[in-house]
């Protein structure tokens, strides 16, 4: 939605133009299941902290994200960690993904659903998702959060079904506020 576009765009141009590298831990915790080679694809990535952070463990990654301004933090960022990352700026309501082209995907804390397809065909064989972003438990302490943008309990697993799990919080607990999926592609 071109209002959200310009919503974050403005906030980058508002953030830290050089902030620290911060690792969510759902890909820290899973530094065993990284092959780190290969390709990795970070969707809505803001200013690159999972893309950077992949490239730091050997991939090739490409960050995509609507705002400019904070993919060249991002870039700044990779800069000053010593490695390399490529960025697209883009719609990802707009945008064609390239089918079966990567080893890993990651989208963290960016809920549209009509991308829940896309993140599976875009993975190689035996590729991996890490995706995590609010659940309904949110609203609770955000209530003015858009409804629109959380999980439901159970959607995770419905919508990434064939695909084999390796980490899933569902949304079940209503005290932890965001799900989270880490699955691979069948071989
Ligand atoms: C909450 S931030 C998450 C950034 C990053 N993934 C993280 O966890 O730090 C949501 C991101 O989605 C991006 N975004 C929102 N709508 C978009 C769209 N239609 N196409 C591409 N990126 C979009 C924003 O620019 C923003 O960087």
Redesign the pocket.
Known sequence: ?RE??ER?EAK?QAADPDPELRT?PLLSSHLADLHSVGSAL?L????C??AVFLAQQGYDVLA????AT?LAIGRRLAQREQTTIRTLT????EITLDKEAYDLVV????L?RALFSNMKTVLKPGGLLFFKTFNVHHLVSSPKFNPAYVLQPGELSQSFKGMVMIDLNDGEDPKITQSWIVARCWQ
Do not use: Q, T
């Open positions: 939605m959200d576009i974050w980058y969510d970070d809505a990535s803001g200013s902290h999972s995509v994200d609507c705002s904070g883009a719609d990802l309501d989208c963290l804390r960016y549209n």
